[in-house]
């Protein structure tokens, strides 16, 4: 399964982006998704995570309210991020989770298949 992260970019606090992953894998709508990121010397973290069928999601705690993961029918998970801050700075990573259990697994030793990252900067 191969999943392409982009709409990576610089942002001042405060503004926004909208990421995406895409993948042409036709099995996408079985799979858990999540969003995980890493900052520089840093390790990976949770994000996000959103079931297969989109009914359930989780947060982490610092960007519950700012940020909000979605997913259509097809092949696409999207993360929206708003009210960036410095602190959000990180390489933003997709990841699959074909076990597709529930709550959502925000252990990224448990996801299956990753993408390759898109920066994302904030300048305070």
């Known amino acids: 399964v191969q999943l392409q992260a982009s709409g990576g970019g610089l942002v001042q606090a405060g503004g926004s982006l909208r990421l995406s992953c895409t993948t042409s894998?036709?099995?996408?709508?079985?799979?858990?998704m999540g969003w995980f990121r890493q900052a520089p010397g840093k390790e990976r973290e949770f994000v996000a995570a959103?079931?297969?069928?989109?009914?359930?999601k989780s947060y982490a705690d610092d960007v519950k309210g700012r940020f909000t993961i979605s997913r259509n029918s097809y092949s696409n998970v999207f993360l929206q991020m708003t009210s960036l801050k410095f602190e959000d700075t990180a390489v933003y990573y997709c990841?699959?989770?074909?076990?597709?259990?529930?709550?959502?697994?925000?252990?990224?030793?448990?996801?299956?298949?990753w993408g390759q990252g898109t920066l994302v900067t904030v300048s305070s």
């Open positions: 959103i079931s297969r069928g989109g009914g359930t």
């Open positions: 990841a699959a989770d074909r076990s597709a259990t529930t709550p959502l697994d925000r252990d990224a030793t448990n996801y299956d298949f």
């Open positions: 894998e036709r099995t996408f709508r079985l799979f858990n």
